[in-house]
T-cell receptor, first 111, second 114 residues
Framework: DAKTTQPPSMDCAEGRAANLPCNHSTISGNEYVYWYRQIHSQGPQYIIHGLKNNETNEMASLIITEDRKSSTLILPHATLRDTAVYYCIAPPEGGSEKLVFGKGTKLTVNP | KAGVTQTPRYLIKTRGQQVTLSCSPISGHRSVSWYQQTPGQGLQFLFEYFSETQRNKGNFPGRFSGRQFSNSRSEMNVSTLELGDSALYLC?????????????FGPGTRLTVT
């Protein structure tokens, strides 16, 4: 997998946008970037994925830089329920179906 | 659509025993993956099944095994349990086949080995 680097922790005020960065400078041209989150004591939850263009769904937006070396997950209006560990993953093209989870970013949304 | 279900949710076993965990994927999903999560090692891939065939396997000893049935339901078995097998075991299903990393996880089975 392309190595990803995320800050270990971040804080965000409730109602504000949470912007979670991820560096993936070794990503190859056809490798997607996936984001998952894990709320305490629950299974991981798929959020979004993208290749080159920015993506948006009902949960979040994903902004990928033009050189694809980094991306940002945006939660537009963070709530207390968004407190979780967020994982950025760049699985290899032509690889297995396994997800390799790093340590992720612990996002704490404060009231 | 119902999500991924796992049974049992909690389990306590004694060292040396064996255990079988069950996973029912989302309807229509044919790929099922298993992961182990511990505080020390984080989330680690165990194996993945598609159409009753194991396609990928992680770096776990042979005591860890699994299978998938024709209805896509999957089981994993751990024999000769060790204290270090205490963990949260997670199952995930995928809507598509090869190279599908959009996986939907169940709530997990919390296994405690004493």
């Amino acid at each position: 997998d392309a190595k990803t680097t995320q800050p270990p922790s971040m804080d965000c005020a409730e109602g504000r946008a949470a912007n979670l960065p991820c560096n993936h400078s070794t990503i190859s041209g056809n490798e997607y970037v996936y984001w998952y989150r894990q709320i305490h004591s629950q299974g991981p939850q798929y959020i979004i994925h993208g290749l080159k263009n920015n993506e948006t769904n009902e949960m979040a937006s994903l902004i990928i830089t033009e050189d694809r070396k980094s991306s940002t997950l945006i939660l537009p209006h963070a709530t207390l329920r968004d407190t979780a560990v967020y994982y950025c993953i760049a699985p290899p093209e032509g690889g297995s179906e396994k997800l390799v989870f790093g340590k992720g970013t612990k996002l704490t949304v404060n009231p | 659509k119902a999500g991924v279900t796992q049974t049992p949710r909690y389990l306590i076993k004694t060292r040396g025993q064996q255990v079988t965990l069950s996973c029912s994927p989302i309807s229509g999903h044919r790929s099922v993956s298993w992961y182990q999560q511990t505080p020390g090692q984080g989330l680690q891939f165990l194996f993945e099944y598609f159409s009753e065939t194991q396609r990928n396997k992680g770096n776990f000893p042979g005591r860890f095994s699994g299978r998938q049935f024709s209805n896509s339901r999957s089981e994993m078995n751990v024999s000769t349990l060790e204290l270090g097998d205490s963990a949260l075991y997670l199952c995930a299903s995928s809507p598509r086949g090869r190279e599908n990393y959009e996986q939907y996880f169940g709530p997990g089975t919390r296994l405690t080995v004493t």
